[in-house]
């Protein structure tokens, strides 16, 4: 791997110009971070900065808000953060602290979280709209209509109280969607990471090994490569592959069962998501080899339909007529295709969406439909394609032979000017190349 990637400051004060630009001049924006949570009495889940927060100023401590105020004379970019406490620090590890906020992180200024109460009503007197993510945090939710309320409050006397409530994610949606240059280098390293996780998965499988042994290796390359889970690794053998978001991965696997393996790094903020479904024993057997290639074939026609200016939708589309005409070839469905594409008989076999958007979370932001219809990819774009097969292990209707296999093949996919770049092509994919690499 190269060495650690930085994400340049200018990044950071480009995409705020662009939201305050967005927002308008009588606007203010309020983004709290994201809060810590207890996991037992008094032990924290690792902490996890809001990524909105993240997208805007890479600031990674907790108790802290960014306020753009646009067109405010004495600085439009401010955040309250906790202050520097040598007791604390000696604990908790170091902190920014106001000064040295606006230094690393380029704001305008910076004032003590505890300075919020008093400084805000003030902020927001004079301006007409509010974006703010309302219904996420309840706590801060009731703090801001205080806020608002003493500034009404205050009418007699002149103030001018916003007016206009509106949703944050209106605009940050929309600019999170579309990764820069910067972004796709980062997300690039998450697959990169995760391709070597999945690797090592691969070449660690044997009959009877346990999935949580599996999950282990995939987890040992993210944190080796300085990343960490982008989400809780899925390690399903046998049956368990059928499960859509198994979470258990303490089952052992038996000779002659496929392994699903759905898991991804997150690189500095930005995460992988890849799957592949590769047989324990280095082997795929007749009926696993037939659904996984019929899996491989739906992803490259989904995969086809990844340029610019075609529906969001068509990739979905697209797989789900491949799978359907391969399961009716195959004998799982019976009758014509179009009886069973219009009346959706496939959802036996496959459930969800072939995709979806991809970037600082894993479910990323932004909308897969414009006033009703799906909406066209553009450049910049980066989502999963992400097929899947699974039979139920007690569905009586099909033949034995088809029984509890489970398999889903995913990879992460940008939009280029001229068509796509798959970010995770160097993993192996098909029945062939898997058994290669498990052969070595």
């Given at each position: 791997m190269n060495a650690a990637l930085s994400m340049p400051a200018k990044a950071y004060v480009r995409r705020r110009k662009q939201l305050m630009t967005m927002a308008g001049d009588d606007a203010i924006v309020i983004v709290p971070s994201a809060n810590e949570h207890i996991r037992s009495r008094d032990t924290h889940y690792p902490f996890r900065q809001d990524s909105d927060l993240s997208y805007l100023t890479g600031f990674p401590e907790p108790e802290s808000v960014l306020v753009l105020v646009p067109g405010r004379r004495h600085g439009e970019t401010l955040l309250f953060c906790r202050e520097r406490d040598r007791e604390r620090e000696a604990w908790d590890g170091p902190r920014y602290g106001p000064e040295g906020a606006v230094e690393a992180f380029g704001l305008d200024d910076a004032y003590p979280i505890a300075d919020l109460d008093d400084i805000l009503p003030g902020l927001l007197e004079g301006r007409s709209r509010v974006y703010y993510h309302f219904g996420r945090d309840a706590e801060f939710d009731l703090k801001l209509i205080g806020w608002l309320n003493r500034v009404r409050a205050m009418v007699r006397q002149g103030a001018q109280p916003p007016h206009e409530f509106l949703e944050l994610g209106h605009l940050l949606d929309e600019l999170r969607l579309f990764k820069d240059r910067d972004e796709v280098r980062f997300m690039q390293r998450a697959a990169d990471i995760s391709v070597l996780a999945h690797e090592a998965a691969m070449r660690a499988a044997r009959p009877g090994v346990r999935e949580y042994e599996l999950q282990a290796e995939i987890e040992c390359v993210f944190r080796r490569h300085d990343a960490e889970p982008a989400y809780g690794s899925i390690v399903g053998a046998g049956s368990n592959a059928c499960v859509l978001h198994y979470r258990a991965n303490s089952a052992a696997s038996q000779d002659g069962d496929l392994v699903l393996v759905d898991a991804g790094a997150e690189y500095r903020?930005?995460?992988?998501?890849?799957?592949?479904?590769?047989?324990?024993?280095?082997?795929?057997?007749?009926?696993?080899?037939?659904?996984?290639?019929?899996?491989?074939?739906?992803?490259?026609?989904?995969?086809?339909?990844?340029?610019?200016?075609?529906?969001?939708?068509?990739?979905?589309?697209?797989?789900?007529?491949?799978?359907?005409e391969g399961l009716l070839q195959l004998g799982l469905l019976k009758g014509k295709l179009e009886k069973n594409l219009a009346e959706g008989h496939y959802k036996r076999f496959y459930r969800h969406k072939t995709g979806h958007w991809l970037g600082m979370d894993v479910h990323d932001v932004g909308e897969y439909r414009l006033d009703g219809e799906s909406r066209l990819l553009e450049p910049g774009m980066v989502f999963?394609?992400?097929?899947?097969?699974?039979?139920?292990?007690?569905?009586?209707?099909?033949?034995?032979?088809?029984?509890?296999?489970?398999?889903?093949?995913?990879?992460?996919?940008?939009?280029?000017?001229?068509?796509?770049?798959?970010?995770?092509d160097r993993l192996a994919r098909s029945a062939d190349e898997i058994e290669a690499l498990m052969g070595r």
């Open positions: 903020g930005y995460a992988a998501d890849i799957t592949r479904t590769f047989p324990v024993n280095g082997r795929f057997s007749a009926p696993q080899r037939a659904l996984h290639d019929l899996v491989g074939a739906a992803q490259a026609a989904a995969l086809a339909q990844a340029r610019p200016g075609v529906a969001y939708e068509a990739g979905h589309l697209a797989a789900v007529e491949t799978l359907t999963t394609i992400e097929p899947g097969l699974y039979v139920s292990p007690d569905d009586s209707s099909v033949d034995p032979k088809w029984r509890g296999i489970g398999i889903r093949t995913e990879d992460d996919v940008l939009i280029t000017k001229d068509g796509h770049q798959v970010l995770t």
